[in-house]
C-alpha cells in the first residue's frame, strides 16, 4: 500500500488506455507519452501496458507501507526520505527500493509530464479493458479521479519476480523539431493563405492546455468563406486539429472527445503525438508536413528506438561510485622491480 501525503497538481492511473470503444462515446484516454509509461514499467520488470501513475508539473509525496520496487521515467526533483530519517536523492530513470515507512517526495517536472511505476502494477478496477483514468467521465483509476492526499493506492501482486534495481544509460532525448502532421480531412475548409500561415507560422502553448488537448495562439486561420467554420459532426482522435470560427487552431490530445463539429485542418503524426503530451503553457511550436508513407517510417523509427532503449536497461550494480573507489585504499605496497633484495 502506498499513502498519498500531498498531491498539489493532478496526477492520474493510466495505461495504454481503453481502445475499441469510441464508437459508444468513450475516449481513448491512457498515457500522454505511452512511450516513457513503457521506459517506468521495463525499469520494474513489467509489462509495456502495466498501469502506471502520469504527474504533470509537479509529482505527489507518497509513503509506502511495505518494500516496492518503482520505476521513475521523466525528469524530477526527487528525494527519498528513509524511514531512519536518512535522505537520498532519488535519480531519474531508474528503480529504486523503498521499504515500510519510507516517503518519496516527487517535486517539479522539468519535461512536463513524468511517470512512477510500481513493480506489479497499480491494483485499481479493470474498467472495458483499461485502468486508465478519465476524470471527465469518473471513469477509471481510482474511483475514476486523480489522487488527493488521504488516498491509498494498493498494489497488485502478480507472482513475477521483482527485479534487481536498473537503470538507463542515458534520458531518452524528446525530439525538439517542428511536430510533424499530414493534411486534414477537412483541409478544403480552409484558404490557402490559412494553410500556408499554419505551416510556416509559429504558436505558443495557451494557458487552456489538459488531457484533453492543448490551445494555440498564434496566426489566425481564416476559413473558406463558401463553406464556413461548421462541419457536420465526425469522428476526431489525439492528434486532430480542429479550428473553430475564432481562427485559434486545438491539438487534441489523449482524453479528446469521439465526435467534433469543427473543420480538421491538419492530423499530427502518431510518432509526435506523445511529444504534445509535454507541452507547457507559453511553449512555442512549429508545425512541418510529411507524407502517409513518411508518418508509417517515423513510427516504425519511433517502435524500434523504444525497443533499442529498452534493451539498453543495465543493472544499477554496474555504475563504479567513483567516490568509493578514490577513497579506498586500492594499493598496500609498491615495490621497485628493478633493485635486487
Known sequence: MIEVLAAPLPASIQDLGRPGYRHLGVPLSGALDAEWLALANALTGNPPATAGLEMRLMGPRLRFGNEVTLGLAGEFSAVIDDADGTRRRAANWRSHTLNAGDVLDLGPLRSGIGYLAVHGGFDVPNVLGSRSTYARASMGGLNGRTIAAGDRLNIRHDGSETPNPLRLPHAPPLDAGPIRLIAGPQHDYFTDAAWDSFVSGEYTVTRDADRMGLRLDGPILEHNAALGADIVSDAVAP?????????????????????????????????????????????????????????????????????????????????YNLDALYGANLIDGVIDAGTAY
Open 239 to 319: 492528434g486532430a486539429i480542429q479550428v473553430p470560427g475564432d481562427g485559434r487552431p486545438i491539438v487534441l490530445l489523449a482524453d479528446c472527445q469521439t465526435v467534433g463539429g469543427y473543420p480538421k485542418i491538419a492530423t499530427v503524426i502518431h510518432a509526435d503525438v506523445r511529444r504534445l503530451g509535454h507541452l507547457l503553457p507559453g511553449q512555442k511550436l512549429r508545425f512541418t508536413v510529411v507524407s502517409i508513407d513518411e508518418a508509417i517510417a517515423a513510427r516504425r523509427c519511433a517502435a524500434q528506438a523504444l525497443a533499442t532503449c529498452i534493451g539498453g536497461i543495465l543493472p544499477v550494480a554496474s555504475e
